[in-house]
């Protein structure tokens, strides 16, 4: 089955990097996301990446993925104040749309 | 228009109301999905709907009854709801049920009471 951990909670100062990670246990999965919820809004798509890659680059954020491990991680590069939020990851497996998502990593950027 | 719009953005209701929760968008998309998040937890599955059709019911109580009227709406009618159902509930569409990208609605805030 699917079940996807997050640890829960990162502080960082502004114009940090900062890395949040996921685990994830269905070796099955094709895509992995990365989801941003600002509070009390909903969630907003940020990247996701195929189940045969191991990084992928958009602007400040990159994903690595460690198959072997199944290790998920997002990289924000230069984190803003704007970046504070709750980032869920998420898995899915081909052919099956739902959505299986981790706790969520909350991230807090102290200017 | 990339938006899912919900409809209201917060909702209180009593046990014994009657009330709905709307969801709208104009992408063409084929799927749409309900979710229920709690308070500091995940989004869970409630229904997919695909082609107008509900393809999922991941065992929610009775009390919660989706409808698709077209291919653009999708409500969730609500009816003799306990306390413990308060919650941030999503509406999500993606161009099909077997689509990567699912796009989220902004969520309808509900509180029973």
């Known amino acids: 089955g699917e079940d996807v951990e997050q640890s829960l909670f990162l502080s960082v100062r502004e114009g940090d990097s900062s890395v949040i990670n996921c685990t994830y246990t269905?070796?099955?999965?094709?895509?992995l996301y990365w989801y941003k919820q600002e509070p009390g809004a909903g969630l907003q798509l940020l990247t996701y990446i195929f189940s045969n890659m191991d990084m992928k680059q958009d602007q400040r954020l990159t994903v690595l993925l460690n198959k072997k491990d199944k290790h998920l991680s997002l990289r924000i590069a230069d984190t803003q104040t704007g970046d504070s939020a709750i980032y869920f990851c998420a898995e899915s497996i081909y052919g099956n749309n739902r959505l299986a998502f981790g706790k969520g990593n909350q991230v807090v950027v102290i200017p | 228009d990339t938006e899912v719009t919900q409809t209201p953005k917060h909702l209180v209701m009593g046990m014994t109301n009657k009330k709905s929760l709307k969801c709208e968008q104009h992408m063409g998309h084929r799927a749409m999905y309900w979710y229920k998040q709690k308070a500091k937890k995940p989004p869970e599955l409630m229904f997919v709907y695909s082609y107008e059709k509900l393809s999922i019911n991941e065992s929610v109580p009775s009390r919660f009854s989706p409808e698709c009227p077209n291919s653009s709406l999708l409500n969730l009618h609500l009816h003799a709801l306990q306390p413990e159902d308060s919650a941030l509930y999503l509406c999500?569409?993606?161009?099909?049920?077997?689509?990567?990208?699912?796009?989220f609605g902004q969520g309808t805030r509900l509180t029973v009471v």
């Open positions: 269905d070796s099955s999965s094709t895509y």
């Open positions: 999500a569409s993606s161009q099909t049920d077997r689509d990567t990208e699912a796009f």
